[in-house]
Nanobody
Framework: QVQLVESGGGLVQPGGSLRLSCAASGFTLDYYNIGWFRQAPGKEREGVSCISSTDGSTYYADSVKGRFTISRDNAKNTVYLQMNSLKVEDTAVYYC????????????????WGQGAQVTVSS
């Protein structure tokens, strides 16, 4: 069963931190580029961050630069998104996705998607 499963979401106060995990099963992440996307209520799904399958190159949306960090642990078949200094506007459902094609935030190129993890930033 090919599957991506996010975990680590929850409720956090502004300024707090969360770490999302994206664990793969049924396939190996070594050769996949991984993206994190989010969808807030009433908004389109947007790319947040991605990491390459080869050299670990990363991309961050301007809205999260300096606050979020994407990383991967191929030995654990897992990708992480460390989210610091969280803001209310970060509230969204966060999805991880995998593509063998290239490092991209174009969601059409992604083959596999997780079920989503709710992140709520509120006082």
């Amino acid at each position: 069963q090919v599957q991506l499963v996010e975990s680590g979401g929850g409720l956090v106060q502004p300024g707090g931190s969360l770490r999302l995990s994206c664990a793969a099963s049924g396939f190996t992440l070594d050769y996949y580029n991984i993206g994190w996307f989010r969808q807030a209520p009433g908004k389109e799904r947007e790319g947040v961050s991605c990491i390459s399958s080869t050299d670990g190159s990363t991309y961050y949306a301007d809205s999260v630069k300096g606050r979020f960090t994407i990383s991967r642990d191929n030995a654990k078949n897992t990708v992480y998104l460390q989210m610091n200094s969280l803001k209310v506007e970060d509230t969204a459902v966060y999805y991880c996705a995998a593509t063998p094609v290239t490092m991209t935030v174009s969601r059409r190129l992604y083959d596999y998607w997780g079920q989503g993890a709710q992140v709520t930033v509120s006082s």
